[in-house]
Every structure is written in structure tokens, then in C-alpha cells.
């Protein structure tokens, strides 16, 4: 006669029935295992970090304007000892006046590691990507990408803009290129303006100084220096967009850095010839045509000399409005960062290598 148990969901004493052996069991498992860290690391492969870009050169250079990952990664091996240090920015404005304490490291807590935190600066650069859809891509939220992106500018903004750009006479003619020794051969630097469109102001007086009658629009504007064979070589701070080129060379500071016999190539709007002749220098500019015919044959003869050569510079220049962040108006609410975003994208395109 057969017991049947009173609870049969408790019957522990049942025999299984078909239960494979133990070695069985243990394969089975291992497989599924296998299987697991397969789709683990083709899942890894699909999210957007860097990782997914290693063997990618074309799309390294669209997301961050490195032509390589190997490039890509050694500059941020430059970075790491003091990246590995970071104190974002809101916790910069959460410490009291005189607060001593040594604050968490912060790099290590976040959600992306460094490297990936630098990629996804240059996202922001190089792409023009919104904050939202970076969020969404590295699955984090709006917040943290703005405290990422905040601190990487101003910590990229110090660590770029300590080191010395401005080369020396004799650095400047061992890489002058052959179109420059022909006609131009004491060219020191060749200086060019660059406005970033902005929001309009409320205030009357703000919306008068930043307004630029070029664009056409109120304007952020300014000043790039460019050696001959490409290398951005001083970045000016910004100023309002009213400003005129003369004065924003005037008073940028580069001027100090000019020094006898240099040559220095500008186009039309820069009239800087006092301010080189005090410094013993001359300025090249495109001529302006009068209604003399055999003065305009001569003009017109500088002027593509001057042309053939400067085509090489709006290359370089180029490289600087790559930088899709400044493809539309920029909000006023960014107007603490923006100098130092204009200044690390400038600072960056000398990363690309030589023109020539």
C-alpha cells in the first residue's frame, strides 16, 4: 500500500526521476557559462565607449578628431597622471572657504572611467553631440555628463594652455614649407579671426557690443595664430563680437611676442602696421586696389602671391571650425566655459599633424 504524502510540495523524501549525471551536469553548465561571456562581450563590443573604436581609425577621427586610436591613447596617457586626480566642478562649488579637507577622488567614483570620460568630451567637441544624447549613449544621466564635460574643459583648458606653443625663429624655418621660402620667407605667423555665433541678449547694451555686423548676428570673436606650415600657434581669448580686428591684435598679446624682421601675414581688415613697426616687424596683407589699371596689374600680382600661400593656412583653420560645437548658437548659459571650450578645440587640432 503506497503513502501518499500530506503536502506534496514538501515531499523531499520523492525521487527525482531523470537527473543527468553529475559530469553531465557540470559540462552543461560550463557551455551555458561559455555562452554567457559570449554575449557578454559582443554586448560589451555594441556600448559606446571607446573600446568599440580601437580598430577603427576613420570613426576615432569623427568622434574625436585623433586620426588614431593609438594617438588618441597616448595623449591621454600624458593626461593620467593628473586626470587620475580630478575634482569635478560641483564639488569645487560645495567646498566652504577655508575647508582643508582632501576630497574624494572623484575619478574613480564615477560611473565612466577616465579615458572613457575623455572620449566622451570630444564627443561633445568634435560632434557637436547634445548632452541628452550623450547621456543616452553611455547610458548615464544628463547630469553627470555636464559635470564630465565641465570638468574636462577647464582641466584640458590648464593642462593645454601651460604649455608653450609659440615657436622660435629657428623651429619656425626648419618646418617652412617650400611655397613660403619662395615668397615669404621671414613669415612668423599669419593671424586670423573666428566669430562663434551666440544668443542675443536682453540687455540692450550687451546685444550692442556683442553684435557683428559680418555675421550679422551677436558674435563671440576670437583671434588664431598660425605658423607657416599649420600649427595653431596662439589662441586669443574671446571677446565681443563688435570688436575690430586691429584692436583684438592690439589687445590679445601677441603682439609682445612678435620680434624684429618677422614677417606677419594677415588679411585686409588687419591695418596692424603701426603696431608691428614699433617692434621692428612688417605685415603682408592682400593689397587695396585703386582705379590706377597698372597699380591694380601689381596689386592683382601680390595678391595671388599672398592667396597661394594663405590657401595652405585656411586649411588649418579649418580644422578648427571641425569642431561642430560651435555649429550653432551658443547658449548664454554656457558663456563661463566658452572660452576655455574655444581655446582646448584650438589647442587640439595641433594633434592632427602637419599640413604638409
Not at 579637507?101 to 564627443?123: A, G, S, W
Not at 565681443?240 to 592690439?250: E, L
Not at 585686409?268 to 603701426?274: A, L, N, P, S, W
Amino acid at each position: 500500500m503506497s503513502v501518499v504524502a500530506p503536502y506534496p510540495d514538501h515531499d523531499y523524501m520523492c525521487k527525482e526521476t531523470n537527473v543527468l549525471p553529475v559530469e553531465q551536469q557540470l559540462k552543461a553548465a560550463l557551455e551555458y557559462i561559455a555562452d554567457l561571456e559570449r554575449e557578454n562581450n559582443r554586448l560589451k563590443s555594441l556600448q559606446f565607449t571607446v573600446n568599440r573604436f580601437t580598430n577603427d581609425p576613420d570613426m576615432m577621427a569623427f568622434y574625436t578628431g585623433f586620426q588614431s586610436y593609438e594617438l588618441f591613447y597616448s595623449t591621454f596617457l600624458c593626461l593620467e597622471p593628473t586626470c587620475s586626480r580630478l575634482i569635478t566642478w560641483s564639488q569645487l562649488q560645495k567646498q566652504k572657504p577655508g575647508d582643508t579637507h582632501e576630497m574624494r577622488d572623484v575619478i574613480k567614483n564615477e560611473t565612466l572611467c577616465p579615458i572613457d570620460q575623455f572620449f566622451l568630451f570630444l564627443c561633445r567637441c568634435k560632434c557637436g553631440l547634445f548632452e541628452k544624447d550623450l547621456a543616452v549613449r553611455f547610458n548615464i544621466s544628463v547630469s553627470t555628463v555636464s559635470r564630465i564635460i565641465i570638468t574636462w574643459v577647464n582641466y584640458l583648458y590648464h593642462i593645454l594652455g601651460a604649455q608653450s606653443i609659440w615657436p622660435t625663429r629657428e623651429q619656425i624655418n626648419q618646418s617652412m614649407p617650400d611655397c613660403f621660402k619662395e615668397s615669404y620667407p621671414n613669415t612668423r605667423v599669419i593671424l586670423n579671426c573666428t566669430e562663434l555665433k551666440c544668443q542675443t541678449p536682453s540687455s540692450v547694451y550687451l546685444n550692442s557690443q556683442r553684435y557683428s555686423h559680418y555675421k550679422s548676428h551677436t558674435t563671440f570673436k576670437g583671434l588664431i595664430g598660425i605658423t607657416p606650415s599649420g600649427a595653431v600657434s596662439f589662441v586669443s581669448q574671446l571677446y565681443s563680437g563688435s570688436i575690430s580686428d586691429v584692436d583684438i591684435t592690439a589687445q590679445c598679446g601677441i603682439i609682445t611676442l612678435i620680434e624684429s624682421n618677422d614677417d606677419v601675414m594677415a588679411d585686409k581688415g588687419f591695418t596692424i602696421h603701426d603696431l608691428l613697426s614699433k617692434k621692428g616687424a612688417t605685415l603682408n596683407i592682400p593689397p587695396f586696389f585703386t582705379e590706377n589699371c597698372s597699380e591694380f596689374t601689381k596689386k592683382q600680382v601680390q595678391t595671388q602671391s599672398i592667396a597661394s600661400v594663405r590657401i595652405h593656412v585656411e586649411r588649418a583653420i579649418r580644422r578648427v571650425n571641425d569642431f561642430h560645437i560651435f555649429d550653432s548658437v551658443v547658449p548664454l548659459r554656457f558663456a563661463g566655459t566658452l572660452n576655455q571650450i574655444w581655446t582646448v578645440c584650438a589647442l587640439l587640432t595641433n594633434f592632427r599633424g602637419p599640413l604638409f
